[in-house]
C-alpha cells in the first residue's frame, strides 16, 4: 500500500526558533498534499493544501506566514513553523493522495515550544 | 461547510461485545468516507474507506456502513477486544476530509 512518512517524528524546541516537518510520499508521486493539526483531546483540523509547484491554500484563521508551506517535487512537502510559540505545539499531521479520492496519512510529527 | 459528528464521544464495554460507532455529516456530496483508529500520541491508521457509490466495507471484525442520504455512517466491532481500544475517528470528504472529534474506546477484562 502507499506510504507517506514524516520527519522528524517529535520535537522540542525554544520559542522564536522555526521548525521545519517534512512529509515524503515514499511510493507514489503525489501533486497534492494535506496539512493538518490536532490539539490535544480534539480532532484533526485542516491547516492547508500544498500544490505542486504552485503556492499552497490556507483555510480560514490560519496565518500563511506563520505556516510556511512548500511542495518542491512530486513526492515532498515541507511544513516550516516560524518564530514557534508555545501555542504551536500540537501534533501535526500531513496526508498524501495517489488519486483524487483517496489520501494516506503520515504518521505525525509531536511538536512542544518550549 | 462539512460538519462531522461522532457519537458517542467515550465507551467503555466488557471484552467480547458486539458495538457500534456513529457519524453524521451534513454535506452528502462526498467521495468517500473513511474510518481511523488513533491511539493515544500516534498518528492515523485507516481501518476501511468507503466509496461514495458503495454501502459497506469489511475488514474483519470490522463492517462499516454508509448512508449518503441521511447523512450517516457506522463503525460495527464485532466481538471487542482489549487491543480494539483506542480513539476511532471518522472523515468525509475525499482527499480533503473533514473529521469528527472521535469516540473514545475501551474495551476491559
Known amino acids: 500500500g502507499a506510504v507517506v512518512s514524516q520527519h522528524p517524528s517529535r520535537v522540542i524546541c525554544k520559542s522564536g526558533t522555526s521548525v521545519k516537518i517534512e512529509c515524503r510520499s515514499l511510493d507514489f508521486q503525489a501533486t497534492t498534499m494535506f496539512w493538518y493539526r490536532q490539539f490535544p483531546k480534539q480532532s484533526l483540523m485542516l491547516m492547508a493544501t500544498s500544490n505542486e509547484g504552485s503556492k499552497a491554500t490556507y483555510e480560514q484563521g490560519v496565518e500563511k506566514d506563520k505556516f510556511l508551506i512548500n511542495h518542491a517535487s512530486l513526492t515532498l512537502s515541507t511544513l516550516t513553523v516560524t518564530s514557534a510559540h508555545p501555542e504551536d505545539s500540537s501534533f501535526y499531521i500531513c496526508s498524501a493522495g495517489a488519486d483524487s479520492d483517496t489520501q494516506y496519512f503520515g504518521p505525525g510529527t509531536r511538536l512542544t515550544v518550549l | 461547510k462539512q460538519e462531522v459528528t461522532q457519537i458517542p464521544a467515550a465507551l467503555s464495554v466488557p471484552e467480547g461485545e458486539n458495538l457500534v460507532l456513529n457519524c453524521s455529516f451534513t454535506?452528502?456530496?462526498?467521495?468517500?468516507l473513511q474510518w481511523f483508529r488513533q491511539d493515544p500520541g500516534k498518528g492515523l491508521t485507516s481501518l476501511l474507506l468507503?466509496?461514495?457509490?458503495?454501502r459497506e466495507q469489511t475488514s474483519g471484525r470490522l463492517n462499516a456502513s454508509l448512508d449518503k442520504s441521511s447523512g450517516r455512517s457506522t463503525l460495527y466491532i464485532a466481538a471487542s477486544q482489549p487491543g480494539d481500544s483506542a480513539t476511532y475517528l471518522c472523515g468525509a470528504g475525499g482527499n480533503k476530509l473533514t473529521f469528527g472529534t472521535g469516540t473514545q474506546l475501551k474495551v476491559e477484562l
Open positions: 454535506d452528502s456530496a462526498i467521495y468517500n
Open positions: 468507503i466509496q461514495s457509490s458503495q
